[in-house]
């Protein structure tokens, strides 16, 4: 049994996030926040030139992620327990990867102007996977535009960021072998995982 409030999915590009938080939010009785990226209408454009919309595809995360914490904190979601498919830390990780230097500091201003406060989950997982494993999954998707190196970067900053990470209960879960969408095994592994869960950090690493 779930008792937890606040639980937050994360992940880099192709690993998962969205639909384990659905799955989740639907096994728990919890609402789910997702995040929307068909509702940020810089989004397309940033992935087919990626150096001349990446500001106002990040600007316009911002704000969306500013409407959200108000929900959660003042909103209609405020007394509900959430299930997240993104943590409120993930622009400015973004951010750093996709902006020039001049364009990071301003939009560092303008969300410290924000001053967005986000809830603090009480538990996180990050799924993790190798780089190879993200590019296969999005290429299956039809998501193979991305620059080269990208993917690698990003998993190289999700990795970095939850290495330091220590603001709430991690699960770190390699998922390079495991089907959280179809197999219920796998899901009822990871269910057991988080049951059983003590302590600040755990990691589920299923075998092959």
Request: hydrophobic share 40%.
């Amino acid at each position: 049994m779930n008792t937890r409030r606040y639980v937050v999915v994360e992940g880099p590009i192709g690993a998962g996030k969205s639909t384990l938080a659905r799955r989740l939010a639907e096994h728990w009785g919890m609402a789910l926040v997702a995040e929307r990226p068909e509702d940020n209408p810089f989004l397309p454009r940033f992935y087919s030139q990626f150096q001349h919309h990446a500001l106002s595809a990040q600007l316009s995360f911002l704000l969306a992620r500013r409407d959200t914490a108000r929900l959660m904190q003042q909103g209609e979601l405020m007394n509900q327990p959430v299930v997240a498919d993104f943590m409120f830390e993930r622009d400015n990780l973004f951010a750093a990867i996709n902006l020039d230097a001049d364009e990071l500091a301003l939009y560092r201003q303008l969300a410290g102007a924000l001053a967005i406060e986000p809830p603090t989950p009480d538990l996180v997982l990050y799924l993790d996977a190798s780089p190879e494993t993200l590019t296969s999954r999005l290429a299956a998707r039809g998501q193979s535009g991305f620059p080269d190196g990208y993917i690698k970067r990003v998993h190289e900053a999700y990795s970095q960021f939850f290495y330091d990470y220590e603001a709430a209960p991690l699960l770190i879960v390699n998922t390079d072998h495991l089907n959280l969408i179809d197999s219920q095994e796998d899901f009822d592994l990871l269910l057991r995982c988080l049951n059983e869960m003590r302590g600040q950090r755990s990691y589920f690493n299923k075998s092959v």
